[in-house]
T-cell receptor, first 111, second 115 residues
């Protein structure tokens, strides 16, 4: 079974700062998810990626399949980016099936 | 198009009562997942349906929990004889089985409070 570790657990930044959140996993996969959970509890899928890099607005996700590591970057952070960011991978590896989740990184961006 | 919907959005029930939670996946999505998040804790997998295959029930915490899915549509998660530790947000997600897209789309969740 896969295991997921995220770091840092908590992150406080000033508006405009560049943010990096890291995720490592133990079993080979071909798809990794980054999710965002707002204070109200709703979850939104930000990225699903299997190689290289994806960019959406100020968010960039990268993955290194060989090193079993992914990063989520936020450029020019804004208070509305404050949320919990969660990394998730297939529990048994591969690309599909039920996910196992990291414990999340709670990001707080101060104005 | 419509996303994943769940009902009810909030449910308060007395200990010992049965509850049913509903999930309507995105049309055409063959895979459906149930997860839960207890207060202050991370998301945990409960059960996974993929098409007509036998569901993966390995995450169900006890035999009080069961889930059904009719074809590739609605799913119902049933919790019998609810306990206070069942209080959590129950999330449903669906995904396409298309070769290049396994991205899971999450519903808004049902907040269950057992008093």
């Amino acid at each position: 079974k896969n295991e997921v570790e995220q770091s840092p657990q908590n992150l406080t930044a000033q508006e405009g700062e560049f943010i990096t959140i890291n995720c490592s996993y133990s079993v080979g996969i071909s798809a990794l998810h980054w999710l965002q959970q707002h204070p109200g509890g709703g979850i939104v899928s930000l990225f699903m990626l299997s190689s290289g890099k994806k960019k959406h607005g100020r968010l960039i996700a990268t993955i290194n399949i060989q090193e079993k590591h992914s990063s989520l970057h936020i450029t020019a952070s804004h208070p509305r980016d404050s949320a919990v960011y969660i990394c998730a991978v297939p529990l048994y590896g591969g690309s599909q099936g039920n996910l196992i989740f990291g414990k999340g990184t709670k990001l707080s961006v101060k104005p | 198009g419509a996303g994943v919907s769940q009902s009810p959005s909030n449910k308060v029930t007395e200990k010992g009562k049965d509850v049913e939670l509903r999930c309507d996946p995105i049309s055409g999505h063959t895979a459906l997942y149930w997860y839960r998040q207890r207060l202050g804790q991370g998301l945990e997998f409960l059960i996974y349906f993929q098409g007509n295959s036998a569901p993966d029930k390995s995450g169900l915490p006890s035999d009080r929990f069961s889930a059904e899915r009719t074809g590739e549509s609605v799913s119902t998660l049933t919790i019998q004889r609810t306990q206070q530790e069942d209080s959590a947000v129950y999330l449903c997600a669906s995904s396409s089985s298309h070769l290049i897209s396994y991205e899971q789309y999450f519903g808004p969740g049902t907040r269950l409070t057992v008093t």
